[in-house]
Each structure stands twice: as C-alpha cells, then as structure tokens.
C-alpha cells in the first residue's frame, strides 16, 4: 500500500526538495530504500537551512512581542507565526539522524516481506483521504512562496516579515524599499518559506500521517485474516 498509493507521491515531493537541498535523504531505486546523502555540499546546506530556519522564527518572535505592530497584526502574525514553527520544529535535524528515513525504511520493509503475502484489500477510505490531503498539501507547498512573494511584492510591510519590523517601512521613500533592498528581501523570504514548508511537510505528512493510514491499513489486513 505504501509502495503504490504513496510513494509515487514521496518520490515526487522529494525532487522538488532535492532542488532546494532541504532534505539530507535520498530514495534509492536500486535498493528501494531511504537512504543519507553522501554529498557534504548537500549536508552543509541542510544544516545551514535548519539554522536559518530557527533565526527566521527568532525574528518573527521578537517582531510580534516587542516590533511596533498593531493588536490585529500582531494577531495576524501570529497565526504565521505558529505554522512557521511547527514546520521548523519538524524539520530540525542538524545532527542528520537517521531515525525519520528508518522509518520509511520500515513500512517498506514490513509491506515488502509482510504485506505483499497476505490477501489484497480494496483501497480504503482512510487511505483515499489522506491521498487527497497530501494532493492539497503539495498544491499549497507549491503554491505559498509564490503567493508569498507576491504579497509582499504589493503589502511589504505584511506582519510578521522582515520589512514589517522597521517602522520606516510605510513610507513611499523609505531607504529598503527605494534602493531594491525590498526584492532581495522578499526573495529571502520567499526562499524561506518554500524550503522550510517543503522541509517541514516531508515529515509530517509522509510519516506521520502516512504511517498512521498505513498502520491502521496493516490491521485492517491481519483482522481480515484472522476472520478467515
């Protein structure tokens, strides 16, 4: 189940994170495994990527609790805030543990020598739900550091972003934005926002979510056993 209703989708989503280096694993056709990359380029950038990401969610902190905000931004920023956070947390991995890869490892593993010999079961509705929700996801991870960068592009002082900070950033003339240090600052954050949520997202959909559908998909075929 694992193997053909989700990893297509992993495999997909890990492309895209390759491109932005913001994961240290790779899937291995060969062995049909997860497995670390050996590149030190790919490692350095991943770890740097996690720093950023904590110095990022630092700020926006700092910005909302003590930057010259209003109530209803400082409650608009928080909601960024807080998904901004989560997605870090999940994606901090500076010391490369393995633990999330062998996880992965382990469904295929289980579906490879378990699975694959018991009696085949229709695809559940569970299983076409969190289809569904990872097809959402992938369209929003895709999609948010475009609309992002488009934001800012036309509201630059958007809470809780980098601009909104200084209390210059409403004027017309203002030195960030009249000498094109506003673009470089919108890429930054639209680069921010595209590895962090492509980053953050591999964990918690592909096995959390995931590994929770496959889980109760393995009961679902030992139950059925049983009963025959």
Same mark, same amino acid.
């Given at each position: 189940?694992?193997?053909?209703?989700?990893?297509?989708?992993?495999?997909?989503?890990?492309?895209?994170?390759?491109?932005?280096?913001?994961?240290?694993?790779?899937?291995?056709?060969?062995?049909?495994? @997860?497995?670390?990359?050996?590149?030190?380029?790919?490692?350095? @950038?991943?770890?740097?990527?996690?720093?950023?990401?904590?110095?990022?969610?630092?700020?926006?902190?700092?910005?909302?609790?003590?930057?010259?905000?209003?109530?209803?931004?400082?409650?608009?920023?928080?909601?960024?805030?807080?998904?901004?956070?989560?997605?870090?947390?999940?994606?901090?991995?500076?010391?490369?543990?393995?633990?999330?890869?062998?996880?992965?490892?382990?469904?295929?593993?289980?579906?490879?020598?378990?699975?694959?010999?018991?009696?085949?079961?229709?695809?559940?509705?569970?299983?076409?739900?969190?289809?569904?929700?990872?097809?959402?996801?992938?369209?929003?991870?895709?999609?948010?550091?475009?609309?992002?960068?488009?934001?800012?592009?036309?509201?630059?002082?958007?809470?809780?972003?980098?601009?909104?900070?200084?209390?210059?950033?409403?004027?017309?003339?203002?030195?960030?934005?009249?000498?094109?240090?506003?673009?470089?600052?919108?890429?930054?954050?639209?680069?921010?926002?595209?590895?962090?949520?492509?980053?953050?997202?591999?964990?918690?959909?592909?096995?959390?979510?995931?590994?929770?559908?496959?889980?109760?998909?393995?009961?679902?075929?030992?139950?059925?056993?049983?009963?025959?």
């Amino acid at each position: 189940m694992y193997r053909t209703e989700f990893l297509p989708l992993l495999k997909f989503h890990l492309r895209i994170c390759h491109r932005l280096k913001c994961i240290p694993f790779k899937y291995h056709e060969e062995s049909g495994c @997860m497995k670390k990359f050996k590149s030190t380029r790919v490692l350095q @950038m991943f770890r740097l990527q996690c720093v950023l990401s904590v110095i990022y969610c630092v700020a926006m902190f700092l910005n909302i609790s003590l930057g010259p905000l209003t109530t209803s931004g400082r409650l608009q920023g928080f909601g960024l805030f807080i998904a901004c956070l989560g997605a870090t947390m999940s994606r901090w991995n500076y010391s490369i543990d393995i633990g999330p890869m062998q996880i992965i490892n382990a469904f295929l593993d289980f579906e490879a020598k378990v699975i694959e010999s018991l009696p085949k079961m229709p695809i559940s509705m569970g299983t076409k739900a969190i289809k569904i929700f990872i097809y959402l996801v992938e369209v929003v991870a895709f999609v948010y550091p475009i609309l992002l960068f488009l934001l800012l592009r036309f509201v630059p002082c958007t809470p809780p972003f980098i601009l909104s900070i200084f209390s210059t950033c409403r004027h017309v003339k203002s030195v960030w934005l009249r000498h094109g240090v506003g673009l470089g600052v919108h890429i930054f954050e639209a680069w921010m926002g595209c590895h962090i949520i492509y980053s953050g997202t591999t964990l918690i959909v592909y096995v959390l979510f995931v590994g929770i559908s496959f889980v109760l998909n393995c009961f679902q075929i030992l139950n059925r056993r049983k009963e025959i």
